[in-house]
């Protein structure tokens, strides 16, 4: 398959571009913030989402959805990227619906119409240290009667205060280490037992800590099969940290855009900044480095979507394109604010805002330090 | 003479030790809990106010200032003596001012007596609060593109025009100002004034910082009269005045590199943890701060380094420059393996276990580092033609 | 269609399979272990001049040139397809040559019928080796400030000056050559000429390189006659044809960023070994080691992307300089972090261990491949102002 | 101690200057090697360097030397470094002096008076791997009556194949990896036993893989006390890595200096290269990291001359030293390359001869990765 976008592709793309810019610009995320709002996003883009059919890009036409690829929800991802939209789509559309193919009908059921209606908002509670460490599981998932009692806390859970659906990850078996003997769950968000700490993050998005005080769910809510959880946990990991990229492979480009069209118009010394060679060198740079960290992204993207045959290699590429996107998204955001001078440190200037997301973004399922010494164990060095 | 000065220390020690309350021994953790006096001035406790009395009257918030301006008079050696024995005892600084910090030392350059008798004293005591006017919203690194007017009115200038990024004009009782006098003369045509911010048309606009603080503002001038008495130095020569200041601003900035703080790896370990081997839990994040560290500890003999020279006057005159920038951005690279290190918890905003996003503000703060003062890219420039001599464009 | 490319395929592999030795299926060490042909050809070994005589025979040392011009006549389909089989079974280029990826290239697209015929043919054959005089002393970067005259004789030019870079000038027959014909017009007064390395006039001197090796000739014209049947394209219009070769040359090398090589983590196991994690046991060479790596990986699917999007037509134009500037600079990271690898051994000059000295030449021969074919510095300015369209200062 | 040199320091550095750069210029290194010099160094500049006074700079007065210390030593190193020139200054009058300070009085007697008089020539036998490891110590040493019979291999031993005297590290207790059970040993490079492979290195210096095939040694050889050999190792390290970072600097030093001459010589596009920007932005970030580089160099040199109180600290100035020289001598040796354009790449020019001893300084005592990584461990991390 050829390394860019098909013509459909590129059709998506010159929709969402416009949609983004117009329903969830950069001032939709000023107004959420500015009004203090308890959710950290909109409902009603979410619906908007859902009628322009991105919320079920990732759902098999058989169950309703558009049966498309990683492609697809990348082109979404980005566009949010560039605009800072704050959306579920990450976690619900991707990291759920990619959670839920494994799932049972029944769960399948239950969920992804909402999902694809726009009407229900997941969130994925996978970590439970400071640093990204997915297979680091200790929250306990005991036998209880014909289901599970789930007991533990999760962190850096995205939204997760008002989520309607958790994915979580517990253990079933083994120690907190172990590989084996994870298992993972669908959790409706109103289960008793369950209750959330919001904390608002730098970028005035709204991450969560769950707590599970023997949160009681039936049999249907395990996801694939029961302590093998890592498989489905990692297909699921490799769509989220592709879609991360993509996502802050956007917030990228609309800093570095930004800062272009910055040294076009400002003066120093009588000349237009963008003429200065120091200066010029280094956009020249920061360029480089996007197209090689798009590349990596699309990578990624098209070896999810080729299927179980290359999943060891989208695994990697995953990794790849995460950390890539890390290097080249922080350079980014940082000549974006050094670029812009004093006016780059107002709150009043868009860029700032970018620097915070990135930084968000860069946590989130991985920075290049996890993923640059993810590989490394892979390659056995 | 060294017998002298040990007894100097002595009773620097017993006096500190029985003067500064133990509340003023306590680091200071934001720019909001340090004393900036002024006539507006408050005070977190009341020990800091005991602290700043207890201080002025010595003149030791000043102490090497001649003891007719408020100064404690001392000598280099008794100042440095001094600094010692406060950081032995952590007391905090009594007094935190651009008074002190820039204008000071600019008026004992180039004021007049009369200039002297009457603003010195007053910034020892920390009775007027100073701000400094010198960027504009069009002039950037380009300091002396500045457009803010000052017409000759016979006894007084009218001045009118803009000021940005004035530290807390808005809690200022006077600025420091450069004006444009001469239209015609870019750089001999600037003139350093001072007056009152209550002055008749001169208001201020704080600015949000992405950081979320406000510690600058937008600052206005319209038809503002200022008495050609308050002029320091020259008319028209105001802009050796603020090199002079600059240069100095660079080299206080250039300090702060090399003060001690708790090291990245340490905040690493507590967030992370060890491995079986007694190393950070995250091989990579590891390594880079492995690799900062030597870089600062080898910038930590680089400030000693450059202190000793610049006391001994063998300093190239723009190495401040080399270390405003080395510094800044080493400043920066820090505070962005700090967020590393601190993971998700270092992304709160508001949490009380960030203390209300002490992680994510400072390290958005320190981006400013390399643009205030002088930014790195002016930096670059003017080692490169001053200490290097490459040739111009 | 298909079923054609398919059959195709197969007889490909079958007559590869058949005719290609197995001493010319073992990777090439050196470039002077790759077959150069020429007038004084020389063969590492029997196979090696069979194997070129096969593969001319069809036509297939340039796959994609016209049959009437020594060429294969294949399609794009299908020379992709024999790079493919010849990849697979590990076959070697049956000839190294500059007049197949350079001058070829050009005399196609700007050649007469004449020369095309006079001397294609004879690049696919590998009879006549040809070198490329572009690069002069005082040039450098600024290539279209070449000095080298050409004075019109009537029906020739009469040639003088000097170049430098040329690769194996001192084994070359013939070279490709810009010239200056109108010192009044920098970029139309210069012309693009061949001629034949026996001229009376013509001498070369090899350049010793840090590597220790001399790919690269000094080369001297002292009153060369070179008749105007040997101009190609138009006289002073020579700098549209060199701007054609050198994107190609870009493209050349931006594409060998993408190949395959041991990873730098191997060399390092192999050296160092590894902990009791299983780690590689230096731990912020490891780091180091696993940063580049995960960019060399992205930069393989740029690479990938890159030749996707250019044989659609849809690469910027400007690409190319993107292409080479970072495969250049991650080749020399990658050659910095593999004498860290090898540790003390690597730098060995001479030994057997090394291969003479191999690792330690390679990373300095790598030093040239941000200045060659066009500085990095150069790439950063077309990406700046072709791409980006930042303005002249 | 004010961190600058004192005026005798400055006068030292004033009459170092001229003499290096004219009796060891970079011609001097070239003679050598398109001589193809078997030693790597000349006999007759060591004899120069003694009537210097060089030799023994390091030497107490009571055994007839200068007693001066670590800053000494390191300003002729930085003379040697800023003109290449090959000499086996640093194992002998930093490396093996440092050594000797511990050896017992038979020892010294044996072997100061030589080296003050430039007669004697000392290597360095502490590797035994391709990285610098030198607690990592197989090479065993038994006892043989009243002394010991040593037998094992080491590399990387600079100018072993010509040594007079080899410091080597020995095992005499303990297993590989131990740090106790190390002990040193004062080994006369014409011992039975002893063989030497000798390899050129980049830089035509040549180091020589050492064989030690049951050579013996009398009582009066070990040095410091027996397995108590890592203290003296230690501070040998100490003063050799500070001494090969100063070197290092030197060696950086002249080439940023001739690099920063190629900018104001060299013309293209009609100006001078040194008046563009991008160029001088580099060019004056290499200067501030060569100074700061230049300020640990001081400071490891100053902490290591006030003697034992300041061990620790000196230790690890050390290391800090090493490690940052080795980071900014790298970068200014691949920008003198670079600047230098094709010019960089000829072997008639000087800056290529500089990278090469750059890089084998580097590896020397251990590179920043090495120092990076040694300090994490003694901060506890």
Known sequence: MALYLTEEQQMLADTARPFMAEAAPVAHLRALRDGNDPAGFSRDLWKQFAEMGFTGVLVPEGDGGLGLGHVEAGIVLEEMGRNLSPSPFLATSVGAVGALADASAEARGRWLPGIIAGETVAALALEEGARHRPERVALAATRSGNGYKLTGAKRFVVHGHVADLVIVSARTAGGADDAEGITLFAVPGNSKGLSAHAERLADSSIAARLEFDGVEVDGSAVIGTLDQGMASLGRVLGGVRTGAAAEMLGVASGAADMTLGYLKERKQFGQLIGSFQALQHRAAHLYSELEVARAAVLKAQQLLDEGPDKAARADRAASVAKGMVGLAAVLAVQEGVQMHGGMGMTDAYDIGLYMKRQRVLAELFGDADYHADRLARLSGY | ?393
Chains 1, 4 share one sequence.
């Open chain 2, 1 to 393: 003479m060294t017998d002298q000065l040990e007894a100097f220390r002595a009773e620097t020690r017993q006096w500190l030790e029985a003067n500064c309350p133990p509340a003023m021994r306590q680091p200071v953790r934001t720019e909001d809990d340090a004393c900036w006096g002024g006539r507006r001035a408050t005070f977190s406790c009341p020990e800091q106010r005991q602290w700043l009395e207890v201080m002025a009257e010595r003149g030791w918030t000043v102490p090497d200032w001649p003891k007719e301006y408020g100064g404690g008079g001392l000598s280099r050696d008794e100042a440095r003596i001094l600094r010692q024995e406060m950081a032995a005892l952590g007391c905090r600084l009594p007094l935190s001012s651009f008074g002190i910090w820039m204008l000071g030392p600019a008026l004992l350059k180039f004021g007049t007596h009369e200039q002297k008798l009457e603003h010195l004293p007053r910034i020892a005591r920390g009775e007027i609060r100073w701000c400094q006017g010198y960027s504009e919203p069009n002039a950037g690194s380009d300091l002396a593109s500045l457009a803010t007017r000052a017409e000759d009115q016979g006894d007084h200038f009218l001045v009118n025009g803009q000021k940005i990024w004035t530290s807390y004009a808005d809690k200022a009782d006077w600025i420091f100002c450069l004006v444009r006098t001469n239209p015609a003369d870019k750089h001999n045509g600037i003139t350093f004034v001072l007056f009152d911010m209550e002055s008749e048309g001169v208001s201020t606009r704080p600015i949000l910082l992405i950081s979320g603080y406000s510690p600058f503002c937008e600052t206005f001038f319209d038809n503002v009269k200022v008495p050609k008495a308050n002029v320091v130095g020259e008319i028209n020569r105001g802009w050796d005045v603020a090199k002079y200041l600059l240069g100095h601003e660079r080299e206080m900035i250039a300090g702060m590199g090399g003060r001690s703080s708790t090291p990245v790896s340490k905040v690493a370990m507590a967030a992370i943890g060890a491995d079986a081997q007694g190393r950070l839990d995250d091989p990579v994040l590891r390594a880079r701060i492995a690799l900062f560290e030597l870089k600062a500890q080898a910038f930590g003999a680089m400030s000693e380094r450059f202190t000793d020279m610049f006391k001994a006057g063998t300093a190239h005159p723009a190495q401040p420059s080399m270390m405003k920038y080395y510094g800044t951005e080493l400043n920066k690279a820090r505070h962005e393996l700090l967020m590393a290190a601190g993971g998700a918890e270092a992304l709160e905003w508001e949490s009380e276990a960030t203390r209300g996003g002490t992680p994510a503000r400072d390290w958005l703060r320190t981006k400013a580092n390399s643009i205030e003062g002088g930014t790195s890219e002016v930096q670059l420039n003017i080692i490169a033609k001053r200490i290097l001599a490459l040739p111009g464009a």
